[in-house]
């Protein structure tokens, strides 16, 4: 069984920073892509960023330029720092991982418990 544990939302003005961190425990896995998703009330949940084992990388139209994935694969972390905030970007950002799992032998995705970020002056 894996676990994602997401931390570091919070409230914050318009143009301010945050920095998301999101680990994977458990054992007997492999991640390939970790992800960031956030879904707003009454709108469906969307993808923000997504970052693959090469480091490749794929971002939203509308946080392009403004946010950054990375990953710590020694860690199992994945983080997304999140500058110039919007109000638009409010909403529970929810953590992916598409990954091997040794025991069972095939890929799994897991989907972390979310953290709110509010944007309000």
């Known amino acids: 069984q894996v676990q994602l544990v997401e931390s570091g939302g919070g409230l914050v003005q318009p143009g301010g920073s945050l920095r998301l961190s999101c680990a994977a425990s458990?054992?007997?896995?492999?991640?390939?892509?970790l992800g960031w998703y956030r879904q707003a009330p009454g709108k469906q949940r969307e993808l923000v960023a997504q970052?693959?084992?090469?480091?490749?990388?794929n971002y939203a139209d509308s946080v392009k330029g403004r946010f950054t994935i990375s990953r710590d694969n020694a860690k199992n972390t994945v983080y997304l720092q999140m500058n110039s905030l919007k109000p638009e970007d409010t909403a529970v950002y929810y953590c992916n991982a598409r990954l091997w799992d040794y025991s069972s032998t095939s890929w799994r995705g897991y989907w972390g418990q979310g953290t709110q970020v509010t944007v309000s002056s």
């Open positions: 458990g054992s007997m896995f492999s991640i390939n892509t």
């Open positions: 970052i693959r084992s090469g480091g490749s990388t």
